[in-house]
C-alpha cells in the first residue's frame, strides 16, 4: 500500500494532481476558520467551548458537510450544503420540467447548461441560508440559552447585509475550488471537499469521547466504527448483475456486438440523498415551531409543546420511527426518478442487446421494474438502519454530537474514499503500473 503511493507521487503529472489537491483541501480548511465580518470571535468560542451549541435537522447536515465552519461562523458557514441541495433539486425537476429532462438528453452541451442554472440555484439558496443562519443565531438558537454574549459585534441592517454577502461568496468560492479540482485534481472536488470536512471533525470527536467517557468507551467506540465501516463496505460495493447479450451485427464487411456484458444494479443506489432529504423535511416542523414563540399572555400553543417534545429529539421513538420512515420513502422515490426501466430498455433495444430468456420491450421493463423494487427494499432498510446510529448513540452513549461514525458521515467517506482510490488506481494502470491496490 505505502509502495503504491509512494509510486503515485514519483509519477510526475499523476504528483502534481495530487499536490494541487492537497493545496485546495488546505484553503478549503483555512476559510473555514476565518470569522465572517462583525462576527465576535472570542463570545463565539466561549459558547462552543462551553458545550452550549446544539445544531439539528438540516443544520446538523450543513455544519457536519462544512467541518464544524457552521458553529464558528466563519466565511465558509455554509460549506457545500447549498449546492448539494440545488442539484438534488435540479435532478427532480428533470421529472417536473420537459425542458430539463430534454437539456439532460442533449448530451455535453445540455448538462453544461443544467450546471449553469444548479449554479445560479446555489447562489440563490446561499442567501436564503445565510439569512436563516444569521437569523438563528441573533435569536440564540444556535447555541443555546446558556450561551452569554452577544455574537455579533454589529446588528445595524448594512453590517446582517455584509454577513450575508460573504457567506454566500464563501460558498461560490467552495464551488469554484471543487470544480478547479475535478479539473486538474484527483476525482470529483465536491465529494473531496465534503469527505475532508467530515474527516477533518473525527481527531476531536473521538479525543472529546476519550475525555468525558473513559478509555474503554473510546475504543468500544473505535471497534463500533471499524465494523460499521467493513459492514458499509461491503453493502457498497454490493450489486445485482443482470446478464445482458448483444446480437452480432454486420456493417459493411464489419461485425460488431456479439459479445456477453451484465447491467449493475446496485443494492443503495440512492446514496445518501435519502438521508439528507429526511432530516430537511423533519427539521421543518421544528423551525415553524421556534418562529410561533409565547404569546401575549406568555402561554405556549399545545401543537407547538407537542412538536418540541416529541419532532426535535433525536433520542425520542416518535422521531426516531418517522426518520426511518421517511428514509424509506425518499429512498424509493429517489431510485424511481433516477433509474428508468424503460429508457434503459429502449436503450437496449437500439443498440441489440436482450436479458437472456426474457424478450425485447415491455417484458423487459417489467423484469427491471421487478427487480429494481426487490433490490431497493434492502437498500433503504439499510440506509435507514445506518442512519439511526448516531441517534441510538445519542440514546445509549448520550454522545450524538462526539460521535464521530454516523450514517451520513460514513456512507460519505466509505463511498467517496473507494470512487478516489479507484481514480488513482486508474490512472495509475494508464502508465502501467500495478494499480494503487492490489
Same mark, same amino acid.
Given at each position: 500500500?505505502?509502495?503504491?503511493?509512494k509510486?503515485?507521487?514519483?509519477?510526475?503529472?499523476?504528483?502534481n494532481?495530487l499536490?494541487?489537491t492537497l493545496?485546495?483541501?488546505?484553503?478549503?480548511?483555512?476559510?473555514s476558520?476565518?470569522p465572517?465580518?462583525?462576527?465576535?470571535?472570542?463570545?463565539?468560542?466561549q459558547?462552543?467551548?462551553?458545550?452550549?451549541?446544539?445544531t439539528?435537522?438540516?443544520?446538523?447536515?450543513?455544519?457536519?458537510?462544512?467541518?464544524g465552519?457552521?458553529?464558528?461562523?466563519?466565511?465558509?458557514?455554509?460549506?457545500?450544503?447549498p449546492y448539494?441541495?440545488?442539484?438534488?433539486?435540479?435532478?427532480?425537476?428533470r421529472?417536473?420540467?420537459?425542458?430539463?429532462e430534454?437539456?439532460y438528453?442533449?448530451?455535453?452541451a445540455?448538462?453544461?447548461?443544467?450546471?449553469?442554472?444548479?449554479r445560479?440555484?446555489?447562489?440563490a439558496?446561499?442567501?436564503?441560508?445565510?439569512?436563516?443562519l444569521?437569523a438563528?443565531?441573533?435569536?440564540?438558537?444556535?447555541f443555546?440559552?446558556?450561551?452569554a454574549g452577544?455574537v455579533?459585534?454589529?446588528?445595524s441592517?448594512?453590517?446582517?447585509?455584509?454577513?450575508v454577502?460573504t457567506?454566500?461568496a464563501?460558498?461560490?468560492?467552495?464551488?469554484?475550488?471543487?470544480?478547479?479540482?475535478?479539473?486538474?485534481?484527483?476525482?470529483n472536488?465536491?465529494s473531496?471537499?465534503?469527505?475532508?470536512?467530515i474527516a477533518?471533525r473525527?481527531?476531536?470527536?473521538?479525543?472529546?469521547?476519550?475525555?468525558?467517557?473513559?478509555?474503554?468507551t473510546?475504543?468500544?467506540v473505535?471497534?463500533?466504527g471499524?465494523?460499521?465501516?467493513?459492514?458499509?463496505?461491503?453493502?457498497?460495493?454490493?450489486?445485482r448483475?443482470?446478464?445482458?447479450?448483444y446480437?452480432?451485427?454486420m456493417?459493411g464487411?464489419?461485425?460488431?456486438?456479439?459479445?456477453a456484458?451484465?447491467?449493475?444494479?446496485?443494492?443503495?443506489?440512492?446514496?445518501?440523498?435519502?438521508?439528507?432529504f429526511?432530516?430537511?423535511?423533519?427539521?421543518?416542523?421544528? &423551525? $415553524?415551531?421556534q418562529?410561533? /414563540?409565547?404569546?401575549?399572555?406568555g402561554? *405556549? =400553543?399545545d401543537?407547538?409543546?407537542?412538536? %418540541?417534545n416529541?419532532?426535535?429529539?433525536?433520542?425520542?421513538?416518535l422521531?426516531?420511527?418517522?426518520?426511518?420512515?421517511l428514509?424509506?420513502?425518499?429512498?424509493?422515490?429517489?431510485?424511481?426518478?433516477?433509474?428508468?426501466?424503460?429508457?434503459?430498455?429502449?436503450?437496449?433495444k437500439?443498440?441489440?442487446g436482450?436479458?437472456?430468456?426474457?424478450?425485447?420491450?415491455?417484458?423487459t421493463?417489467?423484469?427491471?421494474?421487478?427487480v429494481?423494487?426487490?433490490?431497493?427494499l434492502?437498500?433503504?432498510?439499510?440506509?435507514g438502519l445506518?442512519?439511526?446510529?448516531?441517534?441510538v448513540?445519542?440514546?445509549?452513549?448520550?454522545?450524538?454530537?462526539?460521535?464521530p461514525f454516523?450514517?451520513?458521515?460514513? &456512507? $460519505?467517506?466509505?463511498?467517496? /474514499?473507494?470512487e478516489?482510490v479507484?481514480? *488513482? =488506481?486508474?490512472q495509475?494502470?494508464?502508465? %502501467?503500473?500495478?494499480?494503487?491496490?492490489?
Amino acid at each position: 500500500m505505502f509502495s503504491a503511493i509512494k509510486r503515485a507521487f514519483t509519477t510526475p503529472d499523476l504528483r502534481n494532481k495530487l499536490l494541487f489537491t492537497l493545496a485546495i483541501v488546505a484553503i478549503y480548511r483555512l476559510g473555514s476558520f476565518i470569522p465572517a465580518p462583525f462576527v465576535n470571535y472570542t463570545n463565539v468560542q466561549q459558547c462552543l467551548n462551553a458545550g452550549n451549541a446544539s445544531t439539528s435537522g438540516i443544520y446538523e447536515l450543513v455544519n457536519l458537510f462544512s467541518g464544524g465552519a457552521l458553529l464558528q461562523l466563519s466565511i465558509f458557514a455554509l460549506g457545500i450544503m447549498p449546492y448539494i441541495t440545488a442539484s438534488i433539486i435540479t435532478q427532480l425537476l428533470r421529472v417536473v420540467i420537459p425542458r430539463f429532462e430534454t437539456l439532460y438528453k442533449e448530451g455535453q452541451a445540455g448538462q453544461a447548461k443544467l450546471t449553469q442554472y444548479t449554479r445560479y440555484l446555489t447562489i440563490a439558496l446561499g442567501l436564503l441560508q445565510s439569512t436563516t443562519l444569521i437569523a438563528v443565531a441573533r435569536q440564540g438558537a444556535l447555541f443555546g440559552s446558556n450561551c452569554a454574549g452577544n455574537v455579533f459585534s454589529d446588528n445595524s441592517w448594512w453590517a446582517i447585509s455584509l454577513m450575508v454577502i460573504t457567506m454566500t461568496a464563501g460558498t461560490g468560492m467552495i464551488m469554484w475550488l471543487a470544480e478547479l479540482v475535478t479539473e486538474r485534481g484527483i476525482g470529483n472536488g465536491m465529494s473531496l471537499l465534503i469527505f475532508t470536512s467530515i474527516a477533518a471533525r473525527f481527531p476531536s470527536s473521538l479525543g472529546s469521547i476519550a475525555q468525558q467517557k473513559g478509555v474503554e468507551t473510546l475504543l468500544g467506540v473505535i471497534a463500533l466504527g471499524v465494523v460499521i465501516v467493513l459492514l458499509v463496505i461491503l453493502v457498497e460495493q454490493s450489486q445485482r448483475r443482470i446478464p445482458v447479450q448483444y446480437a452480432k451485427r454486420m456493417v459493411g464487411k464489419r461485425t460488431y456486438g456479439g459479445q456477453a456484458t451484465y447491467l449493475p444494479i446496485k443494492v443503495n443506489m440512492a446514496g445518501v440523498v435519502p438521508v439528507i432529504f429526511a432530516s430537511s423535511l423533519l427539521y421543518l416542523p421544528g &423551525l $415553524i415551531a421556534q418562529f410561533n /414563540g409565547p404569546d401575549k399572555s406568555g402561554k *405556549i =400553543s399545545d401543537w407547538v409543546i407537542w412538536i %418540541n417534545n416529541n419532532l426535535t429529539k433525536g433520542d425520542h421513538p416518535l422521531y426516531m420511527l418517522m426518520y426511518f420512515l421517511l428514509i424509506i420513502a425518499f429512498t424509493y422515490f429517489y431510485v424511481s426518478i433516477t433509474f428508468n426501466p424503460e429508457e434503459v430498455s429502449e436503450n437496449m433495444k437500439q443498440y441489440g442487446g436482450f436479458i437472456p430468456g426474457i424478450r425485447a420491450g415491455k417484458p423487459t421493463t417489467e423484469y427491471l421494474e421487478y427487480v429494481l423494487s426487490r433490490i431497493t427494499l434492502p437498500g433503504s432498510l439499510y440506509l435507514g438502519l445506518v442512519a439511526l446510529i448516531p441517534l441510538v448513540a445519542l440514546s445509549l452513549l448520550n454522545a450524538n454530537s462526539n460521535f464521530p461514525f454516523g450514517g451520513t458521515s460514513i &456512507l $460519505i467517506i466509505v463511498g467517496v /474514499g473507494l470512487e478516489t482510490v479507484k481514480q *488513482i =488506481s486508474a490512472q495509475m494502470q494508464q502508465r %502501467n503500473y500495478e494499480g494503487l491496490l492490489k
